[in-house]
């Protein structure tokens, strides 16, 4: 066994879990162990995930076997290990349920017959007390052998937990009913078909429950099912040769034929197609894609065939970057779960106490002990907490795979909770409000030839904004002519010879002692107070016109912004532009001059958030840039933008893969429909066991009955988190 000496993060799949108080075990025991810095355990994904250093994955499995549970490694090598395994857990758990069933059918049927008054040989025969000993039998000490295990691991290491509670109850009216039949020959005060309709009911109640969380669980199965499993590539000798995905290393190139999975993220080499990003963005129209452009695994490839060169392979693709990230925040906590783990810790030993007060005061009261012991089964069969431990996982593994579908990736409980409780949000202006791509927004020349000599003299050039007027003059059809003695003085602009004469494109100082400057002027002033770079264009002797650049808003940001702002939420922006242009475009897009942020160096982006915070806002900070990245990180939910930076992606809380600012309105509706789940599914596991405890206790509820209300009450609560799936975007 080799020793561990550097700090890892590891996720191990939890078995034999039955209840809010298994899972704390757990983590309890896991948080015990040498070297373990933090453990977190999640009964509803049933995995942990253990930062530990000095010590070994093997060291914590067995801390976990030695209190009765199972633990294997979350890993590529034991995935196909896991899924046999649970595969098998529910078969067995199904199979269980038909024979516990059968066996206690004919049970139920005749008691339901002898209280309708039907008396006949069948119905006796199944009254007779060594008929209902050999049928239950099986049900109680084989089927049942799970919670006699489970209990006696609960009780050895002092943490009753539903185990117990079913245990107790069981035996109780089993025992009764031994005692009563065969030793007191009291043949009509049997309860044999309590006990086992209680862990037949218990079962099923758990059945649902696995099928229930397979389906909160979908959304990482849809997103890995996208994984392609092989590639076509191309080889050094000209040949396409399909290899597993493994095998794609960075810089092959990669052949993807039309209908086919693209199997790794890449730069198209050849070809034209359209893709359909679906299933990454929720975007529902195929995207165009030519040369140059990035394509992602996962997605399809319509109609055309291309060849791409392979930039990002295996777990460093998006879709599996975004499956970690779902995967993380299902298995994550919310600051709310701290209520229902604090109650659960307590619970199962105030349910014994509950139960033994019951049993006390109603054989004291009335002095029959059968009907107390009855009562006191009713109190730990309905006080089970397993709707309480569910609570809050599956609603947060139903919102987290909501929002993944949709192209919100929320990083985990805590951020989905923090993120319902926004009161501002801070936009950053480049690349989030703005398209981040500048544009040509205005022209004004003497004569519409004077566009070929400035897309001639910036097809020289390699300023960023000379691709802008390149695109520009492609679209109105310029000609490129000859260009000589071309030279860029940096900060000014540029100059060069074309058909004998010279020209010079750029700021105002660098053609200032030209000719008729002055009839320009107004223009000019309006373009620049918009926040706009101008570039003017002269000849030797005069000036010819000017044309102007500027990032353009995106289509969307100006609806994403009101609908914030109808929320009641505040909207900033920031920007490194002088306060007239950052007031211009706050303007168009409906944000007050007063919530605006203006020549804000990268550095002091961090700063302004600090400021909100102060005032007492829960601040949500926008960004895409590697200069956002220490803003995203100080906010209470930082948001990157998805055509951004893999450090601002890496910082942030939310990643919001359309780049479309209304996803920031959908993602805090998003989280807020979530957290409404949580505290509608505590509110009834707790109003269900206040209501029901004393209701048992007082035996106005039959175990059987109360052995159904407790199986109902798991799967009302994972079927209400399922409801959210229900959420429109």
């Not at 294997?72 to 857990?89: F, M, N, P, S, Y």
């Not at 000209?238 to 990669?254: F, I, N, Q, R």
């Not at 009855?374 to 109190?379: D, G, L, P």
Request: net charge negative; glycine share 8%.
């Amino acid at each position: 066994m080799s020793e561990m000496t550097n700090s890892q993060t590891q996720s191990f799949v939890i078995t034999g879990m039955t209840c809010a108080n298994c899972s704390a075990r757990v983590e309890k025991e896991l948080k015990a162990q040498p070297g373990v810095k933090s453990a977190n355990v999640n009964l509803a994904t049933e995995k942990a995930t253990v930062s530990f250093e000095d010590t070994t994955p093997e060291a914590l499995i067995n801390s976990v076997e030695n209190i009765g549970y199972g633990a294997i490694l979350d890993d590529e090598a034991h995935r196909q290990q896991v899924a046999q395994e649970k595969a098998q857990r529910v078969q067995k758990m199904k199979r269980d349920v038909i024979i516990s069933a059968i066996l206690v059918a004919p049970l139920m049927i005749a008691m339901l017959l002898m209280m309708a008054g039907v008396h006949n040989p069948v119905v006796a025969f199944f009254h007779l007390p060594i008929v209902q000993l050999i049928l239950v039998t099986p049900i109680q000490f084989v089927i049942g052998k799970r919670f006699y295990t489970g209990a006696y691991h609960a009780i050895k290491t002092k943490a009753p937990n539903m185990d117990v509670l079913v245990a107790m109850g069981t035996t109780a009216a089993y025992l009764l009913s031994v005692y009563n039949g065969f030793l007191a020959n009291n043949p009509h005060e049997l309860y044999f078909e309590s006990s086992g309709m209680i862990i037949t009911l218990i079962l099923l109640g758990k059945y649902l429950e696995t099928m229930a969380k397979t389906k909160t669980s979908n959304a990482i199965k849809q997103l890995m099912n996208l994984q392609a499993k092989t590639a076509r590539i191309l080889t050094t000798q000209g040949t396409e040769v399909d290899v597993p995905l493994e095998e794609v290393t960075t810089g092959m190139t990669v052949i993807v034929h039309p209908g086919e999975q693209i199997p790794v993220d890449g730069a198209i080499l050849t070809g034209v197609t359209s893709v359909d990003e679906s299933m990454l963005t929720g975007e529902s129209l195929p995207q165009e894609k030519g040369v140059g452009d990035t394509v992602f695994g996962g997605t399809v490839n319509t109609n055309g065939a291309i060849s791409l060169r392979a930039l990002k392979v295996g777990s460093e693709t998006v879709l599996a970057r975004i499956i970690r990230m779902v995967e993380d925040a299902q298995g994550s906590k919310a600051p709310i779960q701290q209520i229902a783990d604090k109650i659960s810790g307590i619970f199962v030993p105030a349910v014994l106490i509950a139960a033994a007060v019951a049993l006390l005061i109603t054989g004291f009261v009335t002095g029959d002990w059968q009907t107390a012991v009855i009562h006191s089964v009713a109190v730990l069969v309905i006080a089970c907490p397993c709707a309480l431990g569910l609570a809050t996982p599956t609603a947060i593994m139903v919102g987290t795979g909501l929002g993944a579908k949709n192209g919100i990736l929320i990083k985990g409980g805590q951020a989905l909770e923090t993120a319902s409780h926004i009161t501002s949000v801070i936009l950053d202006k480049t690349g989030t409000i703005t398209a981040g791509k500048p544009q040509v927004t205005d022209l004004s020349l003497k004569e519409e030839r004077l566009l070929d000599v400035i897309v001639s003299l910036e097809n020289q050039s390699e300023h960023p904004l000379a691709q802008a007027i390149l695109n520009y003059g492609k679209e109105q059809g310029a000609q490129t002519l000859p260009v000589s003695e071309f030279a860029a003085i940096p900060g000014f602009g540029i100059t060069g010879v074309i058909a004998g004469i010279t020209y010079r494109l750029g700021t105002k100082d660098y053609v200032a002692e030209r000719e008729n400057l002055e009839s320009y002027s107004s223009v000019l002033d309006n373009w620049s107070a918009a926040g706009k770079t101008l570039m003017i264009l002269a000849d030797e002797q005069e000036i010819l016109g000017a044309i102007a650049v500027a990032d353009t808003i995106k289509e969307t940001s100006k609806k994403a912004i009101c609908d914030l702002q109808t929320q009641g939420i505040k909207v900033f922006m920031l920007t490194g532009d002088n306060q007239k242009a950052a007031n211009h475009i706050a303007k168009q897009v409906g944000i007050p001059e007063e919530n605006v942020f203006a020549e804000v160096l990268p550095e002091d982006k961090s700063a302004k958030v600090q400021y909100l915070q102060e005032k007492g806002e829960i601040v949500g900070m926008v960004g895409d840039g590697i200069n956002d990245a220490p803003a995203l990180a100080l906010a209470d939910i930082g948001i990157a933008m998805g055509s951004g930076t893999d450090i601002a992606m890496e910082t942030a809380d939310v990643t919001l893969i359309h780049s479309d600012l209304t996803y920031v309105d959908k993602m805090i509706q998003l989280s807020q429909a979530t957290i409404r789940k949580i505290k509608q599914n505590l509110f009834w596991a707790f109003v269900y066991n206040t209501i029901g405890i004393p209701f048992a206790a007082l035996g106005f509820l039959n175990p059987i009955v109360a052995g159904g209300a407790m199986a109902f009450s798991s799967v009302s609560v994972l079927l209400n988190s399922l409801s959210l799936n229900r959420k429109k975007f």
